[in-house]
């Protein structure tokens, strides 16, 4: 049993698909470490191939074309062990298969972000914001460590970033009023942005797919933080537009809660600018998609009136 050499996303996403092409080949992975297979589990979400193997360990097994992947979680979990007081999973194994990397990781408890938030009260959604806000900042006090080395670096994540913007958002359908400002925008990002100023862990993706929660006395928490295979070192801000587009939803006691939990007060045109700026170079930047505001193409004339749209305050 070997896994396949595959030069291009389509035909991993293709072979991920369909378990039964290597979900023996991950079962005799985890037997090589003497763990328990008795009750495997695909996931059939996510970027990489995932198996819970029992309620307590995770196996996940990273394609050669996503090896940047593999670097950026292993390498996280082994920077942030032991210094947040939110729990991640642990490295239990690792090595590689047929020149694919795999890691044993524990399995966190709690229910995943996403099957609850949309159901919960508006008091406990800004509860938890203020909570990411304060997470985020947790993260960013761990020392960088060797994550200072990963690739892209900052500066140069932001140029290609820049350069690609207009052709990245006509292809996905951003509406001609937005795309008439995105020049002015860049031109501001490069002053608001910082490029040199010293970077902090960025995981990229504070969304509820990525939580884990849990209720005590009818008062949901964070839980659990997982997936660290976008991890960069770069500014700050760049981390609360995972929670500002999927969470907050423009709802300013949201937002406020979330930037207050970070440490900023009101929001001034300059940090609302820098995020827009930030949100359209974000590597996962899709705003159609991933702006939950109903009706927001309709509510804002142009770049300007979206920024007081989802930051308001």
């Not at 292993?74 to 991640?88: A, E, N, V």
């Not at 929660?213 to 949901?220: E, G, P, S, V």
């Amino acid at each position: 049993m070997t896994l396949p050499y595959l030069t291009d996303a389509e035909s991993f996403r293709a072979f991920r698909s369909d378990p039964a092409r290597w979900l023996p080949i991950a079962l005799d992975i985890a037997r090589s470490h003497g763990l328990d297979t008795s009750a495997p589990h695909v996931f059939a979400t996510g970027t990489n191939l995932v198996i819970g193997l029992g309620d307590k360990l995770i196996l996940k097994i990273f394609p050669p074309l996503l090896h940047a992947q593999f670097v950026s979680e292993r390498g996280s979990l082994t920077q942030l062990k032991g210094h947040l007081d939110l729990p991640i999973p642990e490295i239990v194994a690792e090595g590689t298969r047929d020149g694919w990397p795999y890691l044993v990781i524990t399995r966190l408890t709690g229910t995943l972000g996403s099957e609850v938030w949309p159901s919960l009260p508006e008091d406990q959604k800004e509860r938890l914001l203020r909570q990411i806000g304060e997470t985020i900042v947790a993260v960013q006090r761990v020392p960088l460590g060797p994550l200072a080395s990963i690739e892209p670096h900052w500066n140069d994540f932001m140029c290609r970033q820049m350069q690609g913007c207009r052709a990245r958002h006509t292809r996905l359908g951003l509406a001609p009023k937005f795309l008439a400002g995105l020049d002015d925008l860049l031109r501001d990002a490069e002053a608001l942005i910082p490029m040199d100023a010293p970077p902090v862990i960025l995981i990229g993706e504070y969304i509820p797919e990525n939580f884990l929660l849990a209720c005590h006395d009818d008062q949901w928490s964070l839980e659990g933080l997982f997936d660290f295979g976008d991890v960069l070192a770069g500014w700050r801000d760049y981390d609360l537009l995972g929670p500002s587009a999927f969470m907050a939803a423009g709802r300013p006691g949201r937002v406020k809660s979330l930037l207050e939990g970070f440490g900023y007060s009101k929001p001034d045109f300059a940090l609302k600018r820098r995020l827009m700026a930030l949100m359209l170079l974000h590597r996962a930047s899709d705003l159609n998609s991933h702006i939950c505001i109903e009706a927001w193409q309709e509510q804002a004339d142009d770049l300007v009136g979206l920024q007081e749209l989802i930051w308001p305050g």
